[in-house]
């Protein structure tokens, strides 16, 4: 039986950039709807064990000849340090449990057995003198980002050298007036951090393979994999009158339910419900299934189809991956530690008449903004390619920017940028499209396209984030436009 009914009003869709919008600690994005709750358990999207560990470093010489041989290095900290107090929200999954202004290298070697310990150090230049300091946080082999505003000093000519070795240190730096940069600053040291604390369950009868112990040896990454019983058995602990009203939110919220019936609908939250408890009861922050593998034999042998469960989570901070796709699993992660924002998987098709890329997949993640962003309008309707089950088809904003990426191997990213020029609702391909024109030649995008179907798209053009990233990570990073 199919049934319409009228959506609630949807928040007003906020532009996004690259900023933190969406990551669930203040970053200017609006305060959750009905819909779908934001996990309490989490610190920040995809994070939920600690908080990020940060060793920041002022670095200054009383008397350095830049910015003037009579500044007050103990002023200009403090200005720094009121920059922070302001911006609280920003940094509210950050634990600065080194905090020192560093004048010499012995007082920072004093320091060595404590900043071991941090997930990264952000190192703030104030006057000129500082070079032995700098290398000598250098050759500690942490991941490091440098800032520094204009006239703190010369050091930055030693900078270009460092990032173009053969072999160049985890080190990148920004250079700006702007202090709201140093929230850019900490990004990619909170991607990492995401990717040592996060845990996926992989559900799914495949062999195992390598994949899984060379993420865990790079970045600490825990992958497990289960088999089809403990979700049913989750599945089964969650009652109908639960299972009935989360279907309820999401029928009334959705602008039309076309194919699926109201059973299935219940179904599918029952199994949504299930996914939340088991990453609870895991201790794990993302879940992936092989929907279109092991899990499938003439029919899904899950209790229901996993889509709506994935938007669920991804909408709420954690996240749901289709098909097993453990690449696509850590890019999502790395969206999240960057931006608060989750991952799109797409099936792409490629238009050169337009210079486009239409990116399909029958999953969409209704917020796409992050878990406290706004709810983006959604249909209710079957899986395409199937013609059952219960997905939520999502229409995404033309006009917004957008990044593509995967991590191919622990050593290798492959990404570009455009922008979004059309939400396709049409009965062709996957429910949820972007078509998005490139910023480059799409003819050249599919001539250097490599490793597989799948990738994932976050909105806004996020490609310092994923630069900085990768340098700290030692991750190749490559412009398939390029």
């Not at 000519?157 to 007036?177: K, N, T």
Request: hydrophobic share 40%.
């Amino acid at each position: 039986m199919n049934s319409t009914v009228h959506r609630r009003n949807f928040l007003e869709l906020s532009l996004v950039g690259t900023g933190m919008c969406g990551l669930g600690l203040g970053f200017g994005a609006s305060a959750c709807g009905e819909l779908i709750p934001r996990s309490p358990k989490l610190i920040s999207p995809g994070c939920r064990r600690s908080k990020v560990k940060i060793a920041r470093l002022y670095l200054g010489t009383p008397g350095g000849h830049w910015p003037n041989p009579k500044m007050d290095i103990s002023a200009e900290r403090e200005s720094y340090n009121r920059f922070f107090q302001e911006n609280a929200q920003e940094f509210a999954d950050v634990d600065f449990f080194v905090d020192e202004l560093i004048t010499s290298v012995s007082q920072l070697e004093a320091l060595a057995d404590r900043i071991a310990q941090a997930d990264g150090i952000l190192a703030i230049h104030l006057s000129m003198g500082i070079s032995a300091v700098l290398q000598a946080l250098v050759n500690m082999g942490k991941p490091l980002m440098f800032f520094a505003v204009p006239y703190s000093g010369h050091e930055w000519v030693r900078l270009g050298p460092l990032v173009r070795q053969d072999q160049p240190p985890p080190f990148d730096a920004i250079l700006s007036a702007d202090k709201r940069d140093l929230i850019a600053a900490v990004r990619p040291i909170r991607a990492l951090h995401h990717l040592r604390e996060a845990k996926v369950v992989n559900v799914t009868l495949r062999p195992t393979g390598r994949f899984h112990q060379e993420i865990q040896a790079k970045f600490g990454t825990e992958i497990k994999h289960i088999g089809l019983e403990p979700v049913v058995a989750v599945y089964e602990k969650i009652s109908d009158r639960e299972a009935e009203a989360e279907a309820e939110r999401w029928m009334s919220a959705a602008k039309q339910i076309v194919e699926p019936t109201r059973e299935e609908i219940v179904r599918s939250c029952k199994l949504a419900l299930a996914f939340e408890r088991l990453l609870d009861e895991e201790d794990a922050t993302v879940l992936t299934v092989d929907c279109y593998g092991t899990m499938w034999d003439r029919t899904i042998k899950l209790p229901a189809y996993p889509c709506l469960g994935f938007s669920r989570l991804n909408s709420m901070g954690w996240g749901g991956i289709c098909e097993s796709d453990l690449r696509c699993a850590l890019t999502h992660i790395i969206f999240q530690g960057l931006v608060g924002r989750p991952g799109f998987i797409s099936d792409p098709t490629v238009d050169q008449s337009t210079n486009t890329i239409i990116l399909a997949h029958c999953m969409g993640t209704v917020r796409m903004h992050g878990p406290t962003g706004p709810d983006l309008p959604f249909k209710i309707r079957c899986v395409m390619e199937r013609q059952e089950g219960v997905v939520p088809q999502v229409f995404m904003t033309v006009g917004e920017r957008a990044t593509q990426a995967l991590l191919v191997d622990p050593n290798t990213m492959l990404y570009f940028t455009g922008e979004i020029v059309d939400t396709p609702d049409v009965e062709r391909g996957c429910r949820t499209k972007i078509t998005v024109r490139v910023d480059g030649d799409v003819e050249r995008l599919w001539r250097n396209w490599s490793s597989g179907l799948h990738r994932q798209t976050c909105l806004g053009d996020i490609r310092k984030d994923l630069e900085r990233f990768c340098r700290l990570a030692r991750v190749n990073l490559i412009n398939e436009l390029a």
